[in-house]
Each structure stands twice: as C-alpha cells, then as structure tokens.
C-alpha cells in the first residue's frame, strides 16, 4: 500500500499562508486530492488532481506536486479553516489517506 | 443534488455482524462507484471497500475476509456487511462517491458512528 506522510500540526496567523506538505511512499502522479474535516464533520473534498479546486471551494486554497511530493496552501488563513487536513492518493488500490494536518491559528 | 445517507445500528457486541445501509440521491449507481471509508475517532480514513458502477466489488486486502458490499439499484441503496467485530472496529463509517483516479471522494455522507462493547 502506498503510505503518505504529513506533519502532525501546524500553527499559523489569520491572514497569513499555511503550507502543508504531503509525501507519497512512491509515485502517485497527480492523482492526490486533499480534504478539509472540521470537528465532528465528514471529510469536503478541497482539491482533486494534485491542483484542481473543487466546486465552490474559495481560490484562497491550492495545491501544486506530482510525483511523490505534494503541497497544500491556504492563502490567506481565515479563522474558518481551523480543522484537520487530509491528502489522499487514488492512484493505486487501495485508496490511502495520510494521517493528517491539524491547522491551528496562533 | 448528490446526497449520501448511512443507517445502522450505532452498537454492536464484539463477535458480530455489523450491517450498514448507504442511501444515495441524485446519481445512479450504474454510472459512480461508492465506497465505504472509515475512521477511528482522532485517526485518519481508512478505504474500505468498492461497489462499482457495473456491479463489482473490491476490498481492501486487510478487511476481505470479513468484509461484503452488495447494492440494490431499484432501491439507490449500497450495503456493507463486516463480520467478526472487534474494539478497534469503533468509528465513524461513511460512503462516500467515489470517482477514482479522477477526483477521488467527491461527495460524502454524514457519517454513522458506531462502536463495539459489550
């Protein structure tokens, strides 16, 4: 299975960027999306394809990577983004999700 | 609009049956595929399994053996059925549209929580 891998938490300042990174165990191409999960919510997809944003989701979010190296942005952060991010590759079966990213306002 | 509904019991004894009902609107099942994902609480998802459009199944290779996804068209309805249940078997299980290499889980139901205790 394809093990992705990404930093526990980060802590940011409203209005300021929050980057987070994602790394893929091997090769996923583009085919990595990211999902935003608030407190007892069930996971929004944000971006699908390594870049493309979702339907109706704001353009302060954005992805970019390919390969086995991937990065998620929220610029800039507003006080409605504190949740947990998710990266998940669907490149393989089966479908893996990283451990996520606790988004924190400082 | 795209909606996915779960239903089950919300506890179930260790050594059991867990059986769910994903309910899905505004797609056909004969054109998306639905997956069930789920995840202890404080953890990230964990794939499951899929019903695809054509009426196949795959499952992940750490749940098969216990696992069983089945569907009912006439009904909008897809199935899970995992057997054996255990402790860390607790969570919160989802189905989710699933869409693949393409976007991956576009559109995800609320979710049904569901813990194993005697």
Known sequence: ?106 | QVQLKESGPGLVQPSETLSLTCTVSGFSLTSYSVSWVRQPSGKGPEWMGRMWYDGDTAYNSALKSRLSISRDTSKNQVFLKMNSLQTDDTGTYYCTRDLMGITGFDYWGQGVMVTVSS
């Open chain 1, 1 to 106: 299975d394809i093990v992705l891998t990404q930093s526990p938490a980060l802590a940011v300042s409203l209005g300021q960027r929050a980057t987070i990174s994602c790394r893929a165990s091997e090769s996923v191409r583009s085919s990595m999306h990211w999902y935003q999960q608030k407190s007892g919510q069930q996971p929004k997809l944000l971006i699908y394809g390594a870049s493309n944003l979702a339907s109706g989701v704001p353009a302060r979010f954005s992805g970019s990577g390919s390969g086995t190296d991937f990065t998620f942005t929220i610029d800039p952060v507003e006080a409605d983004d504190i949740a947990t991010y998710y990266c998940q590759q669907s490149r393989n079966d089966p479908p893996t999700f990283g451990s996520g990213t606790k988004l924190e306002i400082k």
